[in-house]
RNA sequence: GGGGGUGUAGCUCAAUUGGUUAGAGCGCUGCCCUGUCACGGCAGAGGUUGCGGGUUCGAGACCCGUCACUCCCGCCA
């Protein structure tokens, strides 16, 4: 054995024991005569003493020439620390391992980055963490990262397995199915001209297991989008994936809430309120502005489309008349303290969103300053008075146009609200709260009015409310779907719905509403469509962003924190410098040849 | 594809309106120090200011291009 005892082990309980410790060297403090060195592994650190007058000369150089990180074994008695020394920051703060002889495993050259001290590590550019990850991975903070992910992976998979749930694993190399996201495409030896593409999610698959009488499948599987990345957003990522035979809405509700539930108080011992609130996707939007709502604090939406009809503020008033058009207000309590600069960022914000511009009263002095208040009568006031409770310093702000597009952006001007008033600490949000909720009623189809068809607004396997099929013609727009988000704190944590499993629907729905040509649906899906002949029991299923839910455990705003060897914005990794180069031969065997060389 | 931010020593950051030899803290190197734990003290080394052009008597700063990182929009069935 190299080591007897791990470095957060000894306690007052071991004085008098000879041990041998292993690990990196934390710190050394080099008094002159005796020496301190702090050796770590990955479960803590203890102070070992090398002290001159009693350890023979080559022992006491080594422990001289010691470097911060480099990889030693100290072999000493534990004993109690003198008293006055203790340090009560450290779980082996007690003792200290009196060192009787030091072997250096392997020395390090000089960091490139601190790794002791927590706070300057912290301020560490993401860029240099990334190209050195093996030496930010050392760091406490980003070993608890990785072992929270862990629990909560065994939580998962204890969790599905106490319900009969059943881990099956699922093909990595697939074929591309281009209606959802960009694929990343595998070529091959043996089928020249032919690609695999990566699963943007196994959602075929674990269909195909419920017709082949899994049940009850899960699985924590890696998916794959090539699409552009954001903070919350990996081209590989991994998803709870889940799917259920004989169930309805409620049964996935239940078993969702269930292992949110368990994974909260394992990884972090809270207990979540049950069961969860649930919001159409009507009211989320006009309440929130969003289809995923952060309720931990107010600042709702207010509709006042009845108010403005007949307003003096034209603009307003032929909004109000349109069909499908609307008012809405939101008051932003206290802010009216807004600067010029926040109103210019308000104001680009709304527009990015198609808003010509950003109506808005300021309420101060108690009176109400706005350019546009001199347009409304007695009754639009009266009506904005009552359904925004107006007080003294409030910001009002304003958005017309077509429904969703006001709620999007009043619901994006009130997260920059709420990001401002609580750094102003006019606003509490807090932190330690999961107001979990899931969003339910979504429209099946939307219209591309670019392309002048209906498309999938979650996926097409989607089932439609069974009291809404007969609309599936006439009118798609009022069909509701039996799709489900789950949401917490302003975050989509993951969604799914209840599968279409009669294999009439579903030709109806590819051919006759989303007129995908009989051709290019059976390339697609003829084999899921087959299947479906052969007894399709019914089904439904969610997936859950792994990364998303352990970022939200570990309370960090990035999912790049809780993923050991993360990518960059643009999907490089700074560690291997991937993606790289292939050469000739490989290209040739693969049959590919390239139009022009790579970039770089 | 589009918009914003950043890029100066190994790390984190300064550098007035464009003006002397580009500084500081940490780290590193050397010396001193026997109870420290962010040990302390003294001295020292360390720079293609991301890269390429331009404006100017003079550019870290201004302009154009480019690269990298980051946030957002589009995109993510």
């Given at each position: 054995m190299k080591r007897t005892h791990h470095c957060n082990e000894l306690r007052l309980d071991h004085v008098g024991q000879e041990v041998v410790l292993c690990g990196w060297v934390h710190s050394r403090r080099d008094l002159g005569?005796?020496?301190?060195?702090?050796?770590?592994?990955?479960?803590?650190?203890?102070?070992?003493?090398?002290?001159?007058?009693?350890?023979?000369?080559?022992?006491?150089?080594?422990?001289?020439?010691?470097?911060?990180?480099?990889?030693?074994?100290?072999?000493?008695k534990v004993r109690p620390r003198p008293e006055g020394t203790e340090n009560p920051k450290i779980d082996t703060g007690q003792v200290e391992v009196v060192a009787r002889e030091v072997q250096?495993?392997?020395?390090?050259?000089?960091?490139?980055?601190?790794?002791?001290?927590?706070?300057a590590a912290a301020k560490v550019s993401e860029e240099t963490r990334l190209r050195y990850r093996y030496l930010d991975l050392r760091r406490p903070e980003?070993?608890?990262?990785?072992?929270?992910?862990?629990?909560?992976?065994?939580?998962?998979?204890?969790?599905?397995?106490?319900?009969?749930?059943?881990?099956?694993?699922?093909?990595?190399?697939?074929?591309?199915?281009?209606?959802?996201?960009?694929?990343?495409?595998?070529?091959?030896?043996?089928?020249?001209?032919?690609?695999?593409?990566?699963?943007?999610?196994?959602?075929?698959?674990?269909?195909?297991?419920?017709?082949?009488?899994?049940?009850?499948?899960?699985?924590l599987a890696r998916c794959f989008r090539d699409e552009d990345l954001r903070a919350d957003r990996q081209p590989e990522f991994t998803q709870i994936d889940v799917e259920m035979s004989f169930v309805d809405r409620e049964n996935i509700y239940e078993v969702i809430e269930g292992l949110l539930a368990r994974v909260w108080k394992t990884a972090c011992g809270l207990d979540i309120p049950r069961p969860f609130p649930r919001l159409s996707y009507r009211e989320a939007m006009d309440r929130f502005g969003t289809d995923k709502p952060d309720t931990r604090f107010g600042l709702e939406l207010a509709d006042l489309t009845d108010a403005f009809r007949e307003s003096g503020f034209k603009l307003f008033a032929k909004i109000a008349r349109e069909e499908g058009g609307a008012v809405k207000a939101l008051n932003a309590k206290g802010f009216a303290c807004v600067t010029q600069g926040q109103m210019e960022t308000m104001?680009?914000?709304?527009?990015?969103?198609?808003?010509?511009?950003?109506?808005?009263?300021?309420?101060?002095?108690?009176?109400?300053?706005?350019?546009?208040?001199?347009?409304?009568?007695?009754?639009?006031?009266?009506?904005?008075?009552?359904?925004?409770?107006?007080?003294?310093?409030?910001?009002?702000?304003?958005?017309?146009?077509?429904?969703?597009?006001a709620c999007e952006i009043l619901g994006r001007l009130r997260l920059y609200a709420a990001e401002v008033l609580e750094k102003q600490g006019k606003l509490q949000i807090p932190r330690d709260r999961f107001d979990f909720l899931w969003v339910v009623d979504f429209p099946l189809l939307s219209y591309d009015k670019e392309m002048n068809r209906w498309?999938?607004?979650?996926?097409?396997?989607?089932?439609?409310?069974?009291?809404?099929?007969?609309?599936?013609?006439?009118?798609?727009?009022?069909?509701?779907?039996?799709?489900?988000?789950?949401?917490?704190?302003?975050?989509?944590?993951?969604g799914g719905s209840i599968r279409i499993h009669q294999r009439e629907v579903q030709r109806l729905i590819f051919e006759e509403v989303l007129r995908i040509?009989?051709?290019?649906?059976?390339?697609?899906?003829?084999?899921?469509?087959?299947?479906f002949r052969y007894g399709a029991p019914p089904h439904g299923g969610i997936a859950l962003g792994f990364d998303r839910m352990t970022a939200l455990l570990a309370g960090v705003s990035s999912i790049r924190e809780v993923i050991a060897f993360p990518k960059t914005a643009k999907g490089a990794c700074l560690m291997t410098q991937?993606?790289?180069?292939?050469?000739?031969?490989?290209?040739?065997?693969?049959?590919?040849e390239l139009k022009a060389p790579p970039l770089k």
């Open positions: 005569g005796v020496i301190f060195v702090d050796v770590r592994d990955r479960e803590g650190r203890t102070q070992t003493v090398f002290d001159p007058s009693v350890l023979p000369p080559e022992v006491f150089a080594r422990a001289e020439a010691l470097r911060s990180e480099s990889v030693v074994q100290v072999a000493g250096v495993l392997n020395p390090a050259d000089p960091l490139p980055f601190p790794i002791d001290d927590p706070e980003m070993q608890q990262r990785l072992r929270l992910r862990h629990r909560a992976a065994l939580a998962v998979r204890q969790y599905f397995d106490e319900l009969g749930f059943l881990e099956v694993e699922t093909p990595m190399l697939f074929k591309s199915t281009p209606e959802g996201a960009r694929e990343f495409v595998v070529p091959c030896r043996l089928h020249p001209g032919l690609f695999y593409a990566l699963p943007q999610s196994p959602q075929q698959f674990k269909q195909i297991l419920m017709v082949a009488g899994v049940e009850r499948y899960f699985q104001t680009a914000l709304a527009q990015s969103f198609g808003a010509r511009g950003l109506a808005y009263i300021k309420v101060e002095n108690g009176e109400w300053r706005s350019p546009i208040t001199k347009f409304f009568g007695e009754q639009e006031k009266a009506a904005l008075q009552e359904r925004l409770r107006i007080e003294e310093g409030d910001l009002i702000l304003f958005a017309a146009g077509p429904w969703q597009t498309y999938s607004s979650h996926h097409p396997f989607t089932a439609p409310l069974p009291e809404d099929i007969p609309l599936l013609k006439e009118s798609p727009k009022k069909v509701r779907g039996q799709h489900y988000d789950v949401v917490v704190n302003g975050v989509e944590l993951g040509p009989p051709d290019i649906a059976q390339a697609r899906f003829g084999y899921m469509l087959e299947a991937s993606p790289g180069p292939v050469d000739e031969r490989q290209l040739k065997e693969l049959h590919i």
